[in-house]
């Protein structure tokens, strides 16, 4: 055997340790969770939902990857610290390796839940990626693709955005990219490509009163913002283009601010109101 191949094989041994050191065993999770994730760890929710109890805390270190078997879930009543870095992301994904919509069922906060921050965090192919049923969760650097309803709804609470990206599937019939059902959602900054057959990049309904800033929204073959039966909401300084409908459309609102927002490249109208009192545009 000649020295290269002794040395070869010599090596073999300190690779295999090597490559189990870098792709440490995953951390299976089920039901309640609490505590700290550490950097870098991997967390498998593979035969329960998990969930943040009352009044229990889970911090989520940068980098840490959390999979999800289908039809599970994450559900916090109590408070979820998502520490995400902007070179080194958290992320919540389906286990599926190309990805599916519908993965599995996402993250909600519920009535219960406190305190709730999550940064720079990447979400993946949930159903609805994020549910928001009460509580003012704030929320910075967010990127999700690929929901199969939505990409956030909002039923109760005030929730806020900062630098807000969503990007759907051309190939995906589903809802809307955000939607607020309620409750006083306030978005600052980010995209919404929404490319969903069906549904608009950013849909609001009594009781709603949304606040929409800077947001970019392309790419919808309906409406970039449609608004029904709101008592009041702004919509400012948005850049609206390429929907198949309308860029923004009010019906039966009332005390909206509407103010330099660039509209263009829709099929229909850029702006179209109907009803309501007090608009301001």
């Known amino acids: 055997m000649s020295a290269h191949r002794k040395w ?3 090596l073999i041994p300190g690779l295999l340790l090597i490559a189990f050191s870098a792709f440490a065993q995953p951390n299976l999770v089920s039901g309640s969770v609490e505590g700290i994730w550490e950097a870098g760890e991997e967390y498998i929710v593979q035969d329960d939902d998990i969930f943040v109890e009352v009044g229990d805390s889970l911090i989520i270190d940068p980098g840490v990857q ?3 078997f289908p039809g599970l879930g994450f559900t916090v009543y109590g408070t979820l610290i998502v520490n995400g870095a902007e070179e080194d992301s958290v992320t919540f994904r389906g286990n599926s390796p190309q990805g599916n919509p519908g993965d599995w069922l996402g993250i909600t906060y519920q009535t219960t ?3 709730n921050m999550m940064y720079n965090t990447i979400i993946l192919f949930g159903e609805t990626n994020i549910l928001i049923e009460n509580g003012d969760p704030v929320f910075n650097g ?11 709804r909002v039923n109760s609470g005030a929730p806020t955005f900062f630098n807000l990206e969503i990007t759907n599937r051309a190939d ?10 309620g409750g006083a959602p306030v978005v600052r ?4 490509h929404h490319a969903n057959r069906d549904g608009h990049a950013m849909r609001f ?6 606040t929409i800033i800077d947001v970019e929204m392309y790419g919808g073959r309906d409406y970039g913002i449609f608004g029904e039966d709101l008592a009041s909401g702004t919509f400012s300084y948005n850049n609206i283009h390429h929907f198949g409908v309308r860029g923004i459309h009010l019906d039966g609102c009332s005390n909206s601010t509407l103010y330099r927002n660039s ?12 009803g309501g009192f007090n608009i301001n545009v």
């Open 113 to 115: 839940a406190t305190g």
């Open 263 to 274: 509209i263009r490249e829709t099929t229909g109208s850029g702006m179209f109101i109907q």
């Open 205 to 210: 309904r009594a009781p709603c009163e949304p």
């Open 66 to 68: 959390v999979t999800f």
């Open 8 to 10: 070869l094989l010599a």
């Open 189 to 192: 900054g980010g995209k919404i």
């Open 142 to 152: 967010i990127r999700m693709f690929g929901a199969e309803d939505y990409g956030v």
């Open 172 to 181: 995906v019939d589903g809802g809307h990219s955000f939607f607020g059902d």
